[in-house]
């Protein structure tokens, strides 16, 4: 009798629990469209927060265009005028690429994207001369005499005649 009943009692079991299984199925089948579409939308989502974060900015713009047509050291001497002077470092920008040019900086993008923008054309000593020029400072030449003394060229000519 046992067996008769454990074989009855089995047979409605597994019944019920194959319904359960089907709708536990159907449940987990169904959140996992829910976790899969919650996981799309946070990827698009983010997806469009670095879309609108890549856009640079014009002065990211301004720093890749004078990067490539500046020698390193040059450029990095362009920097500490930034930090040190921003008046100096807007008037030397306006010299380089006037407004202009500055309108169309998507297009030098796009030149140099294309390898039609020339890289290295200014160097360091071309930066210092404008430098120098803004500042209005003029070249100075000046003569040392053997016992140590410097003078500059205007005044050693002039004691000198």
Do not use: A, N, S, V
């Given at each position: 009798m046992t067996d008769s009943e454990d074989d009855s009692g089995n047979s409605k079991k597994p019944d019920q629990n194959q319904f359960n299984n089907k709708e536990n199925i159907e449940v987990d089948h169904e959140l996992e469209k829910l976790r899969l579409k919650r996981m799309e939308s946070l990827l698009r989502q983010q997806q469009n927060s670095q879309r609108a974060s890549a856009v640079p900015s014009l002065q990211d713009k301004i720093d890749v265009i004078l990067e490539t047509i500046m020698t390193p050291d040059a450029f990095r001497y362009y920097k500490e005028i930034q930090t040190k002077d921003k008046a100096l470092y807007h008037r030397i920008l306006q010299f380089i690429l006037p407004p202009d040019i500055l309108q169309q900086i998507d297009v030098l993008l796009t030149y140099r994207a294309q390898g039609m923008l020339r890289a290295n054309i200014l160097d360091l000593i071309q930066i210092q001369q404008?430098?120098?020029?803004?500042?209005?400072i003029?070249?100075?030449i000046t003569v040392k005499k053997r016992d140590g003394d410097s003078t500059d060229l205007n005044s050693f000519l002039k004691n000198n005649k």
């Open positions: 404008l430098e120098r020029k803004i500042l209005g003029g070249p100075k």
